[in-house]
């Protein structure tokens, strides 16, 4: 399986500020997805980081809020943009290395005070 | 649409057997996966079927049922480090892993 890091583990933010984080693989993977989990909630597909191109986004999420880059096979960084106390949250990176295996980051935990 | 149910919360007593079910209606069918998830942690990958039948995997074992729509997840010779939650996802013609809640279980000495 591919390592993936997260960078930072958890932050804790002011209304209206952004924030970045980066996720990093150890080795080129073909697809690089972000998922959020709500405190006691399952996790939520925001959207797929697509190489080179624009991300595609899942219902209810758009790029305005939660603008995707991959600009490289091995990393991508998703910024919650304007942020309000509902986006406390924890966000996973996740990558696919084969059909049958997807794994998941250590996740950023965020509180947005 | 896509829906995937499971149990909200299971107990068991440590060295027993337990059974985690998953159902799910999708559109379409390309696998079905299996996470486990401590608490404050990320979920970890257990298994994957996408053909019917049992896959044994140490002490866990997953079974695929695709007629029926229907998984679950079987803990044998449970130890109180397995007390987590479960994450059941179905992979449908969208390729994107859909999860469900999650089932909460606990492991009693």
């Known amino acids: 399986s591919a390592v993936i890091s997260q960078k930072p583990s958890r932050d804790i933010c002011q209304r209206g500020t952004s924030l970045t984080i980066q996720c990093q693989v150890d080795s080129q993977v073909t697809m690089m997805f972000w998922y959020r989990q709500q405190p006691g909630q399952s996790l939520t597909l925001i959207a797929t980081?697509?190489?080179?191109?624009?991300?595609?986004?899942e219902s209810g999420f758009v790029i305005d809020k939660f603008p995707i880059s991959r600009p490289n096979l091995t990393f991508s960084t998703l910024t919650v943009s304007n942020m309000s106390p509902e986006d406390s949250s924890i966000y996973l990176c996740?990558?696919?290395?084969?059909?049958?295996?997807?794994?998941f980051g250590p996740g950023t935990r965020l509180t947005v005070l | 649409g896509q829906n995937i149910d499971q149990p909200t919360e299971m107990t068991a007593t440590e060295g027993a057997i337990v059974q985690i079910n998953c159902t799910y209606q999708t559109s379409g069918f390309n696998g079905l996966f299996w996470y486990q998830q401590h608490a404050g942690e990320a979920p970890t990958f257990l298994s994957y079927n996408v053909l019917d039948g049992l896959e044994e995997k140490g002490r866990f074992s997953s079974f695929l049922s695709r007629s029926k729509g229907y998984s679950y997840l079987l803990l044998k010779e449970l130890q109180m480090k397995d007390s987590a939650s479960y994450l059941c996802a179905v992979r449908p013609n969208t390729g994107k892993l859909i999860f469900g809640q999650g089932t909460t279980l606990q492991v009693k000495p």
């Open positions: 996740s990558d696919r290395v084969n059909y049958n295996e997807q794994f």
């Open positions: 980081a697509n190489q080179g191109s624009e991300a595609t986004y």
